[in-house]
T-cell receptor, first 112, second 112 residues
Framework: DAKTTQPPSMDCAEGRAANLPCNHS???????VYWYRQIHSQGPQYIIH???NNETNEMASLIITEDRKSSTLILPHATLRDTAVYYC?????????????FGKGTSLLVTP | EAQVTQNPRYLITVTGKKLTVTCSQN?????MSWYRQDPGLGLRQIYY???????DKGDVPEGYKVSRKEKRNFPLILESPSPNQTSLYFC???????????FGQGTRLTVV
């Protein structure tokens, strides 16, 4: 699986958009980009994933650059409950096994 | 409600006393797995299962056993727990490759 690089921490004001970047310059053609978050020792929560096209769901939007070497998770109107560690994971569709390599993630603090 | 349920949520036990942490999912998912989370080491996969009676080792399988006799259940067994297995454990399931995973709420295990 391709390695990902995320900033260790970010701040965001409540109500503003939170844009969380992720670099995955070694991503291969069949690898998806997944985002999860973990709120203080709770189970990780799946947010969104994508292959090439931008994706949007009720939680967030995922913007993947055309060369697929980086992506951005966007929380359009961050709330205090979005304070969490956000993990960007790259994983191939055809990989055997099942491990999600969470890495260290980005600790997002949403402030009032 | 779609969910992954782990029990117990908290457990303190003594070295050598066999224990089982149960995991059950109600989504008819094929894939299930166990992770442990330790400070500074992130989430690491212990074992995974791709379907009933199909299990395989993850990154840190030593000291653990699993079984998958039914699709919905994937118990984690510690035959002879040791203090280095003190950790936060998560069970996860998903329907297949290319889908997000659902995680349980976690089991905090302390072995003294």
């Amino acid at each position: 699986d391709a390695k990902t690089t995320q900033p260790p921490s970010m701040d965001c004001a409540e109500g503003r958009a939170a844009n969380l970047p992720c670099n995955h310059s070694t991503i291969s053609g069949n690898e998806y980009v997944y985002w999860y978050r973990q709120i203080h020792s709770q189970g990780p929560q799946y947010i969104i994933h994508g292959l090439k096209n931008n994706e949007t769901n009720e939680m967030a939007s995922l913007i993947i650059t055309e060369d697929r070497k980086s992506s951005t998770l966007i929380l359009p109107h961050a709330t205090l409950r979005d304070t969490a560690v956000y993990y960007c994971i790259v994983r191939g569709y055809s990989n055997s096994g099942y491990a999600l390599n969470f890495g260290k993630g980005t600790s997002l603090l949403v402030t009032p | 409600e779609a969910q992954v349920t782990q029990n117990p949520r908290y457990l303190i036990t003594v070295t050598g006393k066999k224990l089982t942490v149960t995991c059950s999912q109600n989504m008819n998912h094929e894939y299930m797995s166990w992770y442990r989370q330790d400070p500074g080491l992130g989430l690491r996969q212990i074992y995974y299962s791709m379907n009933v009676e199909v299990t395989d080792k993850g990154d840190v399988p030593e000291g653990y056993k699993v079984s998958r006799k039914e699709k919905r259940n994937f118990p984690l067994i510690l035959e002879s727990p040791s203090p280095n297995q003190t950790s936060l454990y998560f069970c996860a399931s998903r329907t297949g490759q290319g889908y997000g995973a659902f995680f349980g709420q976690g089991t905090r295990l302390t072995v003294v």
